[in-house]
């Protein structure tokens, strides 16, 4: 007999607080359209179970967006009468439960109604208000039952708007998904009521519209302003889905630069694989995230198309497996009219220089670095930290971030010592920016004087023949110990040689060799630290490069085991105290000098 199908008649939580206090890892979600708590509580991947009250109200905003979601497939695929009874059932429970604001919500949040946060219910208010328009475009027949929904949905997401443009926060990712619950509940009210649209001052044009957020949110390289690929997405989902029934054409030619610029910030920091590195706060795996890489993709295609995001959406698709639902595959039309112009190809060297960002292709491997601004409460202190990634394997990736009511997680994920960066007598780095130096299509390299007191750092990344040189320059005017760090996504071998050399592999669906030395002796410590936040219980080999100096430079050459020929020796060049150049010895008997600095 099929499992029982109910929505839950209690209002939602917060879904951060979905985790396992002893382990940090999300909690299962049973099944969420079941409308009933697992029994004997939320199961952990450790064997925990876990029943506190913040988790059952974490995993009714589960179960609620569930359904949300749930109803729209229906609607897409012309099951109008289950989505049209679902939808009035949720007319009837919203009147009934969310008539004021959450009075359990937490003071720093932006009260929702039927959630803790505002945002929640605009995430949820997304998917009902589809729901609606996508029947009312087929039969508006019984759907003015779900009329009162939808003003109050528009109500709720104008006063919440209002609280954070008031407050001057006009570039919040809150705002986004306010105007897209604002924009989607009005133009499928309009649609029930078969009549004109005329909420494009209100949403779409006005001060705290979807183009006034756009402009303010985004910087002038195309990232969202926390430079967070999760908050950058959102935002870009948020924007897309708004945009429904609008001729991409139409939009203002600045508006389609600034959601272009996204699109393609998302496309030169994905592999050829498809990975998209975690940059700052944000899931590092998760089923859900997958659903919203498939369905931002199947949008960008439709407004500004970029081929690499096909590879994002094939290996979203394969992280989900049987929990995908399609409904990115039901998305055909959503705009009036042809999408504009594809956007180039990926370059090797790609710099966003306001988000503070450099990917670099070579020998196999892809390098990202990050020495941007810190990104606001979802930033993290990580500058001149060194991401690596294969095709399809993360070497060295940014581990992303656990749900945010485990403080202890959090804090780690967000700390210097969980980024492949570098630190100064053992402390963290302040919260802080670095600046580009200088970036040409071949290397990269920025600078960061504000970590440590005194103390400035160099980083410089450039692409060999087969091969990628990465080169950090810390000084100091006393003595300090510095460490530079490799933090594996993936298992990690670490052995020294007779000449001092640290030789990595690091093993995946591709492996990677790296070779490493530097201008002074170096400890090198490898010890359990845990890997990415998607499961912080499991453990990865953390290698820490200590060293005692006024000035040191710790040099690293990584190359793919597909590239060739193979990299055998480095040795680093001084004069008058400074490293002059890194050469890079080949398994032909060929070599190559690197300078240290741009």
């Not at 099944?31 to 029943?51: I, K, N, Q």
């Not at 919203?94 to 929640?120: I, N, P, V």
């Not at 309009?190 to 303010?216: C, I, T």
């Not at 597909?562 to 680093?572: E, H, K, T």
């Amino acid at each position: 007999m099929a499992a029982l199908r109910t929505i839950p008649r209690e209002r939602g939580g917060w879904w951060h607080a979905y985790v396992c206090p002893a382990h940090g890892g999300e909690l299962d979600h049973g099944d969420p359209l079941s409308g009933v708590f697992p029994e004997d509580g939320a199961r952990c991947a450790y064997g925990c179970r876990v029943d506190t009250e913040a988790v059952r109200g974490a995993w009714l905003v589960l179960s609620h967006q569930a359904w949300a979601r749930h109803i729209r497939v229906l609607a897409h695929r012309g099951e109008s009468a289950q989505a049209l009874a679902r939808l009035v059932e949720y007319a009837s429970l919203y009147a009934e439960l969310a008539g004021a604001r959450h009075d359990e919500a937490q003071s720093w949040m932006l009260r929702g109604c039927l959630f803790h946060q505002a945002l929640t219910d605009a995430i949820w208010a997304v998917n009902i208000a589809h729901a609606v328009w996508t029947l009312a475009e087929r039969d508006t027949e019984g759907l003015a039952a779900v009329l009162p929904l939808l003003d109050d949905l528009e109500q709720a997401a104008l006063d919440a708007r209002e609280v954070l443009v008031g407050r001057g926060d006009l570039a919040s990712n809150y705002t986004a998904w306010l105007n897209a619950a604002g924009t989607a509940a009005s133009r499928a009210s309009a649609a029930v009521r078969k009549a004109p649209w005329e909420g494009a001052k209100q949403w779409r044009d006005g001060e705290g519209g979807l183009y006034a957020h756009l402009r303010a949110a985004v910087a002038g390289d195309g990232w969202e302003w926390e430079g967070s690929t999760y908050y950058h997405g959102f935002v870009l989902r948020a924007a897309l889905l708004a945009l429904r029934g609008t001729e991409p054409a139409s939009v203002p030619a600045d508006v389609s630069a600034v959601l272009a610029g996204m699109t393609g910030a998302l496309a030169s920091i994905a592999t050829d694989g498809g990975l998209l590195p975690a940059l700052h706060d944000g899931p590092y795996l998760r089923a859900p995230l997958a659903l919203e890489w498939l369905e931002l993709a199947a949008l960008a295609d439709q407004f500004t198309p970029a081929p690499r995001l096909d590879a994002v959406a094939g290996q979203a698709r394969e992280e989900l497996g049987a929990a995908d639902d399609g409904l990115d595959r039901e998305l055909g039309g959503w705009f009036a009219g042809a999408p504009l112009a594809e956007l180039p190809a990926a370059e090797a060297a790609v710099v966003f220089s306001d988000t503070g960002y450099a990917v670099l292709r070579a020998g196999g491997v892809q390098a990202l670095l990050d020495f941007g601004p810190h990104g606001g409460s979802h930033g993290h202190r990580d500058k001149l930290a060194l991401y690596l990634y294969g095709a399809r394997t993360p070497w060295q990736p940014d581990y992303g971030q656990v749900p945010y009511a485990h403080a202890e997680f959090r804090e780690l994920y967000a700390s210097t010592a969980a980024h492949p960066a570098f630190r100064v007598d053992g402390v963290e780095q302040a919260e802080c920016a670095g600046r580009l130096l200088a970036a040409d299509s071949a290397s990269v390299t920025a600078e960061v004087t504000s970590a440590y007191p005194g103390v400035r750092a160099v980083r410089r990344v450039e692409a060999g023949s087969c091969y990628l040189v990465d080169l950090l320059t810390v000084t100091a005017p006393e003595p300090r110990t510095v460490t530079a760090q490799l933090r594996p996504g993936t298992a990690l071998d670490v052995q020294i040689t007779a000449d001092g050399a640290v030789r990595t592999t690091w093993y995946g669906t591709e492996n990677l060799h790296g070779l490493h030395t530097a201008t002074t002796a170096v400890r090198p410590f490898t010890r359990p630290g845990p890997g990415p936040a998607d499961d912080p219980g499991r453990t990865r080999s953390w290698v820490d490069f200590t060293a005692r100096s006024e000035r040191v430079t710790f040099a690293s050459v990584y190359q793919s085991g597909d590239a060739g020929p193979a990299v055998v020796g480095v040795s680093l060049t001084e004069q008058d105290g400074q490293v002059v150049e890194l050469t890079v010895e080949l398994a032909d008997g060929t070599t190559a000098a690197h300078r240290a600095e741009a």
